[in-house]
């Protein structure tokens, strides 16, 4: 059965569509109590500096590392993922609870970029992984317990190998990643500004885009014409007759 990722609240939820009253919200106080939290910028300080630790620390020196310095590296690395992690939740949940805020993608985008730049140097940790030989992987983990329990981390990292790419071209494609999330929130934000009228009543595009699943023929005809009309007028270019 699904369930919400977070605990709900309904006392400032917006109001939704006709005769669905208030809807729930997203009680994002888990991760976050606020983007300006102490929390957040601890965290944000902290994943900073452990960043440039763990590649001080371990750059070109995984193959040098016993079971024991292993498991540590490898629950470092585990811990910096977790709180990347949150904070990304955090403010991409809270973008996504109403994508025409400004100042919600403003910080989405800004969480964005500092993740990106402090994670770049940790680019080389699945690179350099790889390159170690099966049998030496399946030793460490043998032989130590606690780092046996992420072999199936070890797997998934190991299966993608063949497709990997040099270690500039990876790092290029890593900070790369911000552009392309750039591009996906000006779609989010230009596609949830539009509005549509089908037989009278305006609609969001999700609440035009479900009339194209019901059963009402003409409904889904009218539905299909308006979702035309307004994309072929917002994207003019898009719409010319060759």
């Known amino acids: 059965m699904f369930q919400f990722p977070f605990p709900v609240k ?6 939704g569509d ?6 729930p919200e997203w009680d994002l106080n888990d991760l976050y109590t606020a983007p300006d939290a ?3 910028g601890a965290d944000l300080s902290w994943l900073e500096k452990e960043c440039a630790a763990f ?3 371990y750059e070109g020196k995984l193959g040098t ?3 024991e310095d292993m498991l540590l590296c490898v629950t470092r690395n585990e811990k910096i993922s977790t709180i990347a992690g949150r904070i990304m939740s955090y ?5 996504y609870q109403m994508t025409t805020d400004g100042e919600r993608t403003k910080f989405l985008s800004d969480c964005q970029e500092k993740i990106t730049n402090f994670t770049t140097p940790l680019v080389f940790f699945s690179l350099e992984l790889n390159r170690l030989e099966d049998d030496h992987i399946e030793g460490l983990l043998s032989q130590n317990g606690e780092l046996g329990r992420y072999r199936r981390v070890f797997e998934r990292m190991r299966a993608m190998k063949p497709h990997q790419l040099s270690d500039e071209l990876e790092k290029f494609l890593h900070d790369l990643g911000a552009v392309g999330d750039a591009w996906e929130k ?3 934000e230009t596609i949830a500004g539009l509005s549509f009228v089908v037989e009278g009543e305006e609609k969001n595009i999700e609440g035009t885009l479900d009339f194209l699943t019901g059963h009402d023929r003409a409904k889904r005809e009218a539905a299909a014409r308006e979702l035309s009309r307004v994309f072929c007028r ?3 270019n898009f719409c010319a007759r060759p």
């Open 10 to 15: 309904d006392a400032n939820a917006s109001q």
């Open 18 to 23: 006709k005769n669905l009253g208030n809807l």
């Open 38 to 40: 102490p929390e957040l």
């Open 55 to 57: 590649a001080a620390d």
């Open 65 to 67: 590392l016993n079971a």
């Open 91 to 95: 403010a991409g949940l809270r973008y």
């Open 186 to 188: 000006l779609f989010d």
């Open 234 to 236: 917002k994207y003019q």
